[in-house]
Protein backbone atom coordinates (compact mmCIF):
# COMPACT_ATOMS: atom_id res chain seq x y z
CA UNK A 1 0.00 0.00 0.00
CA UNK A 2 1.28 3.58 -0.50
CA UNK A 3 0.78 6.30 2.24
CA UNK A 4 -2.00 7.20 0.88
CA UNK A 5 -3.85 4.40 0.24
CA UNK A 6 -2.81 3.74 3.64
CA UNK A 7 -4.77 6.60 4.75
CA UNK A 8 -7.73 6.25 3.25
CA UNK A 9 -7.55 2.78 4.87
CA UNK A 10 -7.59 4.01 7.71
CA UNK A 11 -10.35 6.46 7.71
CA UNK A 12 -12.79 3.66 7.28
CA UNK A 13 -10.96 1.97 10.28
CA UNK A 14 -11.50 5.18 12.43
CA UNK A 15 -15.43 5.53 11.31
CA UNK A 16 -15.52 1.95 12.43
CA UNK A 17 -14.08 2.75 16.04
CA UNK A 18 -16.12 6.39 16.04
CA UNK A 19 -19.40 4.22 15.16
CA UNK A 20 -19.97 5.65 12.34
CA UNK A 21 -20.03 2.22 10.57
CA UNK A 22 -20.68 -1.22 11.74
CA UNK A 23 -17.80 -3.96 11.71
CA UNK A 24 -19.47 -5.52 8.65
CA UNK A 25 -19.89 -2.14 6.89
CA UNK A 26 -16.29 -1.29 7.56
CA UNK A 27 -14.91 -4.67 6.12
CA UNK A 28 -17.04 -4.19 2.96
CA UNK A 29 -15.57 -1.39 2.24
CA UNK A 30 -11.64 -2.77 3.02
CA UNK A 31 -12.72 -5.31 0.76
CA UNK A 32 -13.46 -2.99 -2.19
CA UNK A 33 -9.98 -1.34 -1.62
CA UNK A 34 -8.03 -5.04 -1.82
CA UNK A 35 -7.72 -5.79 2.04
CA UNK A 36 -8.18 -9.48 2.77
CA UNK A 37 -10.18 -10.49 5.93
CA UNK A 38 -6.99 -10.70 7.99
CA UNK A 39 -5.71 -7.31 7.35
CA UNK A 40 -8.69 -5.73 7.20
CA UNK A 41 -9.45 -7.44 10.75
CA UNK A 42 -6.32 -6.14 12.16
CA UNK A 43 -6.16 -2.38 10.77
CA UNK A 44 -10.23 -2.90 12.50
CA UNK A 45 -8.50 -3.73 15.57
CA UNK A 46 -5.81 -1.17 15.72
CA UNK A 47 -7.48 1.25 15.07
CA UNK A 48 -10.40 0.78 17.66
CA UNK A 49 -7.60 0.26 20.19
CA UNK A 50 -5.88 3.48 19.41
CA UNK A 51 -9.14 5.13 19.32
CA UNK A 52 -10.22 4.04 22.78
CA UNK A 53 -6.44 6.23 24.15
CA UNK A 54 -7.03 8.93 22.38
CA UNK A 55 -10.63 9.07 23.65
CA UNK A 56 -8.99 8.53 27.26
CA UNK A 57 -6.73 11.76 26.66
CA UNK A 58 -9.38 14.13 25.19
CA UNK A 59 -12.36 13.37 27.34
CA UNK A 60 -12.38 16.57 28.79
CA UNK A 61 -13.10 18.56 25.37
CA UNK A 62 -16.93 19.76 25.10
CA UNK A 63 -18.36 19.91 22.15
CA UNK A 64 -19.10 23.54 20.50
CA UNK A 65 -22.41 24.67 19.98
CA UNK A 66 -24.46 24.89 16.93
CA UNK A 67 -24.43 27.75 14.73
CA UNK A 68 -28.09 30.00 14.51
CA UNK A 69 -27.34 29.86 10.89
CA UNK A 70 -25.92 27.47 8.02
CA UNK A 71 -22.21 26.08 7.35
CA UNK A 72 -20.20 29.28 7.20
CA UNK A 73 -19.74 31.10 3.98
CA UNK A 74 -22.97 28.96 2.75
CA UNK A 75 -24.93 32.31 2.58
CA UNK A 76 -23.03 34.41 0.32
CA UNK A 77 -22.35 31.47 -1.73
CA UNK A 78 -22.49 31.79 -5.59
CA UNK A 79 -23.33 28.63 -8.21
CA UNK A 80 -21.37 26.13 -9.24
CA UNK A 81 -21.21 24.69 -12.81
CA UNK A 82 -20.06 21.81 -14.49
CA UNK A 83 -16.81 22.17 -16.45
CA UNK A 84 -13.83 20.05 -18.20
CA UNK A 85 -10.60 21.00 -19.63
CA UNK A 86 -7.49 19.72 -21.30
CA UNK A 87 -5.30 17.08 -18.38
CA UNK A 88 -2.08 15.58 -18.66
CA UNK A 89 -1.29 13.14 -21.30
CA UNK A 90 -4.69 13.84 -23.54
CA UNK A 91 -7.29 13.27 -20.75
CA UNK A 92 -9.87 15.56 -20.53
CA UNK A 93 -10.62 16.46 -16.68
CA UNK A 94 -13.95 17.45 -15.43
CA UNK A 95 -14.59 20.02 -12.74
CA UNK A 96 -16.62 22.37 -10.73
CA UNK A 97 -16.06 25.93 -11.45
CA UNK A 98 -17.71 28.88 -9.36
CA UNK A 99 -16.50 32.74 -10.52
CA UNK A 100 -16.33 35.27 -8.10
CA UNK A 101 -18.30 38.53 -9.65
CA UNK A 102 -14.99 41.20 -9.24
CA UNK A 103 -12.08 38.34 -8.56
CA UNK A 104 -9.61 38.92 -5.60
CA UNK A 105 -7.54 35.61 -6.56
CA UNK A 106 -8.39 32.02 -7.64
CA UNK A 107 -8.90 28.90 -5.03
CA UNK A 108 -8.12 25.26 -6.18
CA UNK A 109 -10.48 22.79 -4.16
CA UNK A 110 -9.75 19.65 -3.68
CA UNK A 111 -12.03 17.05 -2.59
CA UNK A 112 -12.39 13.95 0.18
CA UNK A 113 -11.87 10.42 -0.58
CA UNK A 114 -15.34 9.94 -1.64
CA UNK A 115 -14.89 12.48 -4.89
CA UNK A 116 -16.53 15.23 -6.40
CA UNK A 117 -19.21 15.58 -4.20
CA UNK A 118 -22.25 18.44 -3.47
CA UNK A 119 -20.28 19.68 -0.35
CA UNK A 120 -17.10 20.24 -2.07
CA UNK A 121 -19.20 21.93 -5.45
CA UNK A 122 -20.77 24.03 -2.06
CA UNK A 123 -17.15 25.46 -1.12
CA UNK A 124 -16.28 26.37 -4.49
CA UNK A 125 -19.30 28.44 -4.37
CA UNK A 126 -18.54 29.66 -0.86
CA UNK A 127 -15.25 30.57 -2.03
CA UNK A 128 -16.67 32.78 -4.96
CA UNK A 129 -18.86 34.41 -2.69
CA UNK A 130 -16.01 36.28 -0.52
CA UNK A 131 -14.16 37.10 -3.82
CA UNK A 132 -12.28 33.68 -4.94
CA UNK A 133 -13.09 32.11 -8.32
CA UNK A 134 -12.95 28.34 -7.19
CA UNK A 135 -12.06 25.29 -9.25
CA UNK A 136 -12.46 21.74 -7.53
CA UNK A 137 -11.06 19.28 -10.23
CA UNK A 138 -12.78 15.30 -9.88
CA UNK A 139 -9.81 13.08 -9.38
CA UNK A 140 -11.83 10.28 -10.52
CA UNK A 141 -12.52 11.97 -14.15
CA UNK A 142 -10.82 9.56 -16.19
CA UNK A 143 -12.93 6.70 -14.58
CA UNK A 144 -15.84 8.43 -15.71
CA UNK A 145 -16.59 11.22 -13.21
CA UNK A 146 -17.76 10.54 -9.84
CA UNK A 147 -21.02 10.71 -10.58
CA UNK A 148 -20.84 7.23 -12.17
CA UNK A 149 -20.26 5.64 -8.98
CA UNK A 150 -23.39 4.31 -7.52
CA UNK A 151 -22.48 5.04 -3.64
CA UNK A 152 -19.52 7.11 -2.07
CA UNK A 153 -17.84 3.75 -0.86
CA UNK A 154 -17.10 2.44 -4.78
CA UNK A 155 -15.68 5.95 -5.35
CA UNK A 156 -13.15 5.51 -2.50
CA UNK A 157 -12.13 2.22 -3.84
CA UNK A 158 -11.54 3.42 -7.03
CA UNK A 159 -9.07 6.30 -5.51
CA UNK A 160 -7.90 4.37 -3.88
CA UNK A 161 -6.40 2.06 -6.71
CA UNK A 162 -5.25 5.30 -8.57
CA UNK A 163 -1.36 5.95 -8.31
CA UNK A 164 -0.27 8.79 -6.66
CA UNK A 165 1.50 10.74 -9.66
CA UNK A 166 -2.12 10.75 -11.21
CA UNK A 167 -3.42 12.74 -9.18
CA UNK A 168 -0.17 15.30 -9.05
CA UNK A 169 -0.63 15.81 -12.68
CA UNK A 170 -4.18 16.51 -12.47
CA UNK A 171 -4.24 18.92 -9.80
CA UNK A 172 -1.10 20.97 -11.06
CA UNK A 173 -2.97 20.88 -14.16
CA UNK A 174 -5.91 21.90 -12.57
CA UNK A 175 -3.74 24.79 -11.03
CA UNK A 176 -2.67 25.86 -14.90
CA UNK A 177 -6.77 25.90 -15.78
CA UNK A 178 -7.47 28.19 -12.83
CA UNK A 179 -4.78 30.05 -13.95
CA UNK A 180 -6.36 30.99 -17.10
CA UNK A 181 -9.29 31.37 -15.79
CA UNK A 182 -8.28 34.08 -13.15
CA UNK A 183 -5.47 35.85 -15.21
CA UNK A 184 -3.16 38.27 -13.16
CA UNK A 185 -4.21 36.79 -10.07
CA UNK A 186 -2.60 34.55 -7.24
CA UNK A 187 -3.78 31.61 -6.39
CA UNK A 188 -4.29 29.47 -3.66
CA UNK A 189 -4.79 25.72 -3.06
CA UNK A 190 -7.17 24.32 -0.02
CA UNK A 191 -8.42 20.18 0.73
CA UNK A 192 -9.84 18.54 3.13
CA UNK A 193 -8.51 15.36 4.73
CA UNK A 194 -7.48 12.87 1.80
CA UNK A 195 -7.17 16.33 -0.48
CA UNK A 196 -5.84 18.33 2.71
CA UNK A 197 -3.23 15.36 1.94
CA UNK A 198 -2.91 15.87 -1.72
CA UNK A 199 -2.39 19.65 -0.83
CA UNK A 200 0.32 19.14 0.98
CA UNK A 201 2.05 16.93 -2.12
CA UNK A 202 1.09 19.69 -4.22
CA UNK A 203 3.47 22.03 -2.23
CA UNK A 204 6.18 19.06 -1.85
CA UNK A 205 6.46 18.77 -5.53
CA UNK A 206 7.09 22.43 -5.85
CA UNK A 207 4.28 23.34 -8.43
CA UNK A 208 4.55 26.67 -9.32
CA UNK A 209 1.76 29.61 -9.43
CA UNK A 210 0.86 28.40 -5.41
CA UNK A 211 0.63 31.63 -3.59
CA UNK A 212 -1.35 30.36 -0.30
CA UNK A 213 -2.28 26.73 0.72
CA UNK A 214 -5.21 25.78 3.20
CA UNK A 215 -4.58 21.94 4.06
CA UNK A 216 -7.60 21.02 6.52
CA UNK A 217 -6.66 18.02 8.03
CA UNK A 218 -4.38 16.92 5.80
CA UNK A 219 -1.45 13.71 6.49
CA UNK A 220 1.79 15.42 5.91
CA UNK A 221 4.02 12.82 3.56
CA UNK A 222 6.77 11.04 5.41
CA UNK A 223 9.87 12.81 4.50
CA UNK A 224 7.91 15.61 3.04
CA UNK A 225 10.70 18.26 1.82
CA UNK A 226 8.88 21.87 1.10
CA UNK A 227 12.17 23.72 -0.16
CA UNK A 228 10.72 24.14 -3.94
CA UNK A 229 7.36 25.81 -2.48
CA UNK A 230 6.95 29.44 -2.07
CA UNK A 231 3.49 29.63 -0.50
CA UNK A 232 2.10 30.82 2.58
CA UNK A 233 0.10 27.99 4.30
CA UNK A 234 -2.44 28.16 7.21
CA UNK A 235 -2.37 24.53 8.48
CA UNK A 236 -5.73 23.46 9.78
CA UNK A 237 -6.80 20.41 12.11
CA UNK A 238 -9.02 18.97 15.07
CA UNK A 239 -7.94 18.81 18.47
CA UNK A 240 -9.24 15.02 18.59
CA UNK A 241 -7.68 13.87 15.46
CA UNK A 242 -4.85 12.04 16.82
CA UNK A 243 -4.31 10.13 13.57
CA UNK A 244 -3.68 12.97 11.50
CA UNK A 245 -2.33 15.20 14.31
CA UNK A 246 0.61 12.86 14.93
CA UNK A 247 1.21 14.39 11.54
CA UNK A 248 1.46 18.15 12.30
CA UNK A 249 4.77 18.20 14.26
CA UNK A 250 6.32 17.17 10.74
CA UNK A 251 4.76 20.00 8.56
CA UNK A 252 5.53 22.67 11.20
CA UNK A 253 9.09 21.69 10.84
CA UNK A 254 9.15 21.15 7.11
CA UNK A 255 7.56 24.86 6.81
CA UNK A 256 10.44 26.55 9.00
CA UNK A 257 12.87 24.67 7.21
CA UNK A 258 11.76 26.00 4.08
CA UNK A 259 11.21 29.54 5.40
CA UNK A 260 7.82 29.54 4.19
CA UNK A 261 5.15 31.99 6.12
CA UNK A 262 3.00 29.85 7.81
CA UNK A 263 0.61 29.04 10.83
CA UNK A 264 -1.27 26.26 12.50
CA UNK A 265 -5.13 26.47 13.55
CA UNK A 266 -6.16 23.72 15.72
CA UNK A 267 -9.85 23.60 16.55
CA UNK A 268 -10.50 22.72 19.98
CA UNK A 269 -13.21 19.80 20.57
CA UNK A 270 -13.46 19.26 16.78
CA UNK A 271 -12.33 16.06 15.23
CA UNK A 272 -11.38 14.92 11.85
CA UNK A 273 -13.83 16.31 9.04
CA UNK A 274 -14.85 18.67 11.22
CA UNK A 275 -15.16 20.91 8.43
CA UNK A 276 -18.23 18.70 6.14
CA UNK A 277 -21.25 19.87 7.24
CA UNK A 278 -22.96 16.70 5.53
CA UNK A 279 -20.19 14.75 7.90
CA UNK A 280 -20.95 13.11 11.28
CA UNK A 281 -17.93 14.82 12.66
CA UNK A 282 -19.34 17.97 11.53
CA UNK A 283 -18.08 20.80 14.47
CA UNK A 284 -19.58 23.86 13.59
CA UNK A 285 -18.09 26.53 16.10
CA UNK A 286 -14.97 25.10 14.76
CA UNK A 287 -15.77 25.33 11.04
CA UNK A 288 -17.05 28.86 11.42
CA UNK A 289 -13.69 29.93 12.97
CA UNK A 290 -11.22 27.58 10.37
CA UNK A 291 -13.50 29.57 7.34
CA UNK A 292 -13.10 33.16 8.86
CA UNK A 293 -9.34 32.09 9.56
CA UNK A 294 -8.82 30.73 5.69
CA UNK A 295 -10.42 34.44 4.58
CA UNK A 296 -7.95 36.27 6.44
CA UNK A 297 -5.32 34.27 5.38
CA UNK A 298 -5.97 34.72 1.66
CA UNK A 299 -6.83 38.09 1.92
CA UNK A 300 -3.35 38.63 3.00
CA UNK A 301 -1.74 36.10 0.82
CA UNK A 302 -3.96 36.24 -2.25
CA UNK A 303 -5.37 39.63 -2.51
Not at 243 to 249: D, H, I, K, W
Amino acid sequence: MTPLQQYMAEEIATDHADGILDRREALRRLGMMGLGAAAASALLAACSSNQTDSQAHSSSSTPAAAPVSGPPGAAGALVSSAVTFAGPEGRTLRAAWSAAKNPRGGVLVIHENTGLTDFIRSVTGRFAGIGYSALAVDLLSEEGGTATFSEPAAATAALSKIPQDRFVADLQAGVTELARRVPDKKLGVTGFCFGGGLTWMLLTAGTPNIAAATPFYGPFPAGGDLSRSKAAVLAIYGSLDARVGATRPAAEAALQQAGLPHETFIAQGADHAFFNDTGARYNAAGAAEAWRRVGDWYGRYLG
